[in-house]
């Protein structure tokens, strides 16, 4: 099983990221997923999420009208498009898989958000 983030890097605020999460060794479309953000010192907080067929996203208040999550299921893949990037947005982005009791994160790609 593996969760890879990618699309990581450094922006200026204002500025947009695309990041991705490729999934392998398990079944994608049954799953949902979600994408996580950790900044030093804070705890590791929800940012998106999106149910198995896509139907349905929920976001944190602190995103909502700048971030999108979707996927892809016939490429095993999820995005999260951040628009108007803050410096509040810094932080390793993760990215989750969950199904009854299975649970997989990936190892987190970083941005970062200055001038």
């Known amino acids: 099983v593996q969760l890879v983030e990618s699309g990581g890097g450094l922006v200026q605020p204002g500025g947009s990221l695309r990041l991705s999460c490729a999934a392998s060794?398990?079944?994608?479309?049954?799953?949902?997923m979600s994408w996580y953000r950790q900044a030093p010192g804070k705890e590791r907080e929800l940012v998106a999420g999106?149910?198995?067929?896509?139907?349905?996203?929920n976001y944190a208040d602190s995103v909502k009208g700048r971030f999108t999550i979707s996927r892809d299921n016939a490429k095993n893949t999820m995005y999260l498009q951040m628009n108007s990037l803050k410096p509040e947005d810094t932080a390793m982005y993760y990215c989750?898989?969950?199904?009854?009791?299975?649970?997989?994160w990936g190892q987190g790609t970083q941005v970062t958000v200055s001038s």
């Open positions: 989750r898989g969950q199904l009854y009791i299975f649970d997989y």
């Open positions: 060794g398990f079944t994608f479309s049954s799953y949902g």
């Open positions: 999106i149910t198995s067929t896509g139907g349905s996203t």
